[in-house]
């Protein structure tokens, strides 16, 4: 386990402290924090656990007070396919992302994502050398209408 703390010793204006353990796979922490000494202070409360096997991870963290929720699940199919998906929420408004990741080779990787609003990213990554990497990209929705294009190289 691991426990911190921290104190403002010159105005006692805020106060923060956290806790982490992991048992085996399971990791597990919270933190809180507070602004100000008054009774009127804002304070936060975030709370996190995780779950890590081979070739799989789970997440969960709840932060914002409580108001916000955030989840990921990973799985590597193989050694060269991985597929993941996180949700979010936050409020009312709830968001999901699903991807999926090919290594083709040692230096090429495939990568795919669709999101809850229907956009569909596409991207594939080259690397050249050591310091030489290029990458191609597109963006769009289901209807195609407007994709966005784009390619990168990075040199050294």
């Known amino acids: 386990a691991t ?7 010159n105005s006692f204006k805020s106060l923060s402290a956290s806790a982490a353990a992991g048992f085996d796979a399971f990791t597990a922490g919270v933190s809180a ?12 409360v975030d709370v996190a656990a995780s779950y890590s096997a081979p070739a799989k991870f789970v997440g969960l963290s709840v932060t914002n007070n409580f108001k916000s929720l955030k989840g990921l699940f990973s799985y590597d199919i193989n050694s060269a396919v991985s597929v993941a998906t996180i949700a979010n929420m936050e409020g009312d408004c709830f968001g999901c992302k699903i991807g999926a990741v090919y290594k083709c080779n040692p230096n090429t990787v ?24 290029s990458g191609w990209a597109t ?5 195609m209408k407007q994709p966005t294009f784009g390619a990168k190289v990075v040199l050294g």
């Open 3 to 9: 426990l911190t703390g921290m104190v403002d010793v």
């Open 139 to 143: 963006i769009s929705d289901f209807k």
């Open 110 to 133: 495939l990568k795919g994502k669709i999101d809850n609003k229907k956009n569909i990213e596409f991207s594939v990554k080259q690397s050249i050398n050591k310091t030489t990497l």
């Open 33 to 44: 924090k507070m602004n100000s000494m008054d009774k009127n202070s804002c304070c936060g």
